[in-house]
Nanobody, 122 residues
Framework: QVQLVESGGGSVQAGGSLRLSCAAS????????MGWFRQAPGKGREWVAV???????AYADSVKGRFTCSKDNAKNTLYLQINSLKPDDTAMYYC????????????????WGQGTQVTVSS
């Protein structure tokens, strides 16, 4: 059974940092492109970052320089380090997986997690 379980969300003040984690199980984790998405209240889901099976990364323009996506293949865990948080970063954050990063960035995933909430106050 495939599972993606996010953790690490919380309520922080603007300027703070968080590290989100996504523990994966039930599939060949290392061969998939992994990514992070977020959905703010009343808005559509947007991709935030992806990391390929080779470790290459890509980021949405809105988060470049503040978000860092990484993974630990030995632990089957994906991470998202978020620095200099802004109120606009308030959203539910989801991890997802697909065999190709291009398809994942378009919002299509083989697997989705349940999400972890990030709330940033000014």
């Amino acid at each position: 059974q495939v599972q993606l379980v996010e953790s690490g969300g919380g309520s922080v003040q603007a300027g703070g940092s968080l590290r989100l984690s996504c523990a994966a199980s039930g599939y060949t984790y290392s061969s998939y492109c992994m990514g992070w998405f977020r959905q703010a209240p009343g808005k559509g889901r947007e991709w935030v970052a992806v990391i390929g099976s080779d470790g290459s990364t890509a980021y949405a323009d809105s988060v470049k320089g503040r978000f860092t996506c990484s993974k630990d293949n030995a632990k089957n865990t994906l991470y998202l380090q978020i620095n200099s948080l802004k109120p606009d970063d308030t959203a539910m954050y989801y991890c997802a997986a697909h065999t190709t990063c291009g398809t994942l960035k378009a919002g299509y995933a083989n697997y989705w997690g349940q999400g972890t909430q990030v709330t940033v106050s000014s």
